[in-house]
């Protein structure tokens, strides 16, 4: 064989080497500190769902960790791998695990679970005869000054609040803390337990997060109740780049085939899941 070839021979097994282990890898974009979702320890439902396809693909799964904040999308699946190759078609991670169904920074897949709000009550702080969410508002004027309730920048809690007269007892949180060893979800159940705050109107996974971190019974958890001018159920799909359509349709078949499995896994936090409807890929418009 001449050099000649043997030169094109070892350029051919460059250009293919690294496209193939590319293929052979589940490029997922994570939170590294985002529980119930994600973990570094790889502990979270989100991280459990993409072994389990990685697995099906026979791939391995291979995270790109970024903060779940502003600027996310922008920094994991739309960020070329090297920053010098802006043209590059080859990107840092290829799926989000966790995108509002109908998502406009992404292209979504089919919802793989619904959740709803709920409002989290710490038990034995005399708010234990709260049953529904609507007793917050008949309470006596005492009983409301003495409320304590976590509220947030954004979100339906806080809509909630203001339309039934309750903003002055919220107490505020911002939605994306910046805080590099607390996120959301922790923060709140840790000023839950220093009695900060006794309640909270709270995104169902990050609910069940606070209430696994108590002794059981702790909480009561009320789901809230969409209506025409708030909504609080919200389903839930896998983000991947717009256009990426064929990457797309593979999650599509995984998420169809293994909806036992996906329930089995987000059912083992305790996160409280309503049926996915026919329109929910429009629950996030």
């Keep these: 064989m001449s050099v000649t070839k043997i030169l094109a021979g070892l350029c051919l097994a460059a250009i293919i080497l690294p496209a193939t282990a590319a293929e052979e890898k589940f490029k997922v974009c994570a939170d590294p500190l985002n529980p119930p979702y994600s973990t570094k320890n790889k502990d979270g439902f989100e991280n459990k769902i993409a072994e389990l396809f990685a697995k099906q693909l026979g791939q391995k799964v291979e995270y790109t960790w970024f903060a779940q904040r502003l600027g996310f999308i922008r920094n994991t699946l739309t960020a070329p791998v090297n920053d010098w190759a802006a043209d590059s078609n080859e990107f840092k991670c290829d799926i989000v695990m966790g995108v509002p169904a109908g998502y406009d920074l992404t292209l979504t897949t089919e919802p793989y679970y619904k959740s709803t709000y709920v409002l989290l009550i710490a038990k034995g702080r005399g708010w234990d005869d709260i049953k529904d969410a609507g007793q917050l508002t008949k309470l006596s004027l005492q009983r409301q000054e003495a409320l304590k309730i976590a509220m947030f920048d954004r979100g339906p809690g806080t809509t909630w609040l203001q339309q039934n007269g309750l903003l002055d007892q919220g107490v505020s949180y911002q939605s994306m803390s910046g805080d590099s060893e607390n996120n959301t979800a922790m923060q709140i159940e840790k000023d839950l337990k220093a009695k900060k705050i006794d309640m909270v109107i709270l995104w169902g996974p990050m609910a069940a997060y606070v209430t696994a971190q108590s002794p059981k019974n702790s909480y009561e958890m009320i789901p809230m109740k969409s209506t025409p001018g708030i909504k609080f159920d919200f389903a839930m799909a896998m983000g991947v780049r717009n256009g990426d359509k064929a990457r797309k349709a593979v999650l599509d078949k995984l998420i169809v085939t ?28």
């Excluded at 293994?258 to 418009?285: C, F, G, M, Q, V």
């Design 258 to 285: 293994n909806a036992d499995k996906i329930k089995t896994i987000i059912e083992s936090y305790h996160i409280p899941l309503l049926p996915i409807t026919k329109d929910a890929t429009h629950d996030a418009d």
